[in-house]
């Protein structure tokens, strides 16, 4: 009797810093709950300064409280995956907030998409040694609601991608029937373009000439004239 219970209160011990530790693997978003162990590369960590990890912390605690305490904890006990966890933190709080303003729906779904993924990690964290009906009823509902804004996701880009599609079909489709009528308009509008350039630089160039005549002094033509205006001044009258 006494084997079990020490087991028991082992595992209880072992669950709680087991999900903390687990903290580096949880806050990453839009994956599968297949790789919930996977290891965030160290090239895509981002340094960690204290404005992004108030910015991290202040993210966490706005949008998922129990994950922001759980945080707390995972600073005492191991300092690096701590800091993993705010860089990887840091950085989904800086994709989501690209959609924020642009996008403000887009932003809603994949704010609420992180939410449930987070909170999915945390309860399968938490039964590592097993999981109760319950748990397993709730971990299944938040997936099928992921499965749900997921869904509506992917038919907002297919909308995107057929209004492309359709312009570009529309292009082809004029291309083909307006071929020579295009290349008509395109050859006189090159030919403007450079007769344009040309004119400007002819322009250019005179200014450029004038301004330099202007510094070296009069020309022997002009002093020639000078000269002779000079003389005609100086003769007498007859």
């Not at 992917?154 to 312009?167: D, G, I, S, V």
């Not at 005179?206 to 005549?213: D, E, G, I, P, V």
């Amino acid at each position: 009797m006494i084997l079990p219970r020490l087991l028991q209160i082992c595992t209880r011990r072992f669950t709680g810093l087991f999900a903390a530790g687990l903290l580096v693997t949880v806050l990453l978003t839009q994956v599968s709950v297949e790789s919930l162990f996977a290891q965030q590369k160290v090239s895509e960590r981002v340094s960690m300064t204290p404005e992004r990890e108030a910015a991290a912390l202040a993210f966490a605690k706005e949008h998922h409280g129990e994950l922001s305490s759980l945080l707390s904890q995972l600073k005492e006990m191991s300092p690096g995956k701590y800091e993993s966890a705010i860089s990887e933190l840091f950085r989904t709080s800086e994709r989501l907030s690209r959609y924020k303003d642009r996008l403000p729906e887009r932003y809603s779904m994949e704010l609420e998409l992180w939410k449930i993924d987070s909170r999915v990690r945390l309860l399968v964290a938490r039964s590592a040694s097993g999981m109760e009906e319950e748990t397993r009823d709730q971990v299944k509902k938040l997936l099928m609601e992921r499965n749900r804004l997921r869904k509506t996701l992917y038919q907002a880009e297919q909308r995107k991608l057929q209004e492309r599609l359709n312009r570009l079909e529309e292009q082809v489709a004029q291309l083909e029937a307006e071929s020579e009528s295009i290349a008509d308009r395109d050859l006189d509008r090159l030919m403007k373009s450079v007769r344009s350039r040309s004119i400007t630089r002819k322009k250019t160039v005179n200014s450029k000439s004038q301004t330099n005549a202007r510094q070296k002094g009069p020309t022997q033509k002009e002093a020639s004239q000078k000269k002779k205006s000079a003389s005609s001044q100086k003769s007498p009258p007859e």
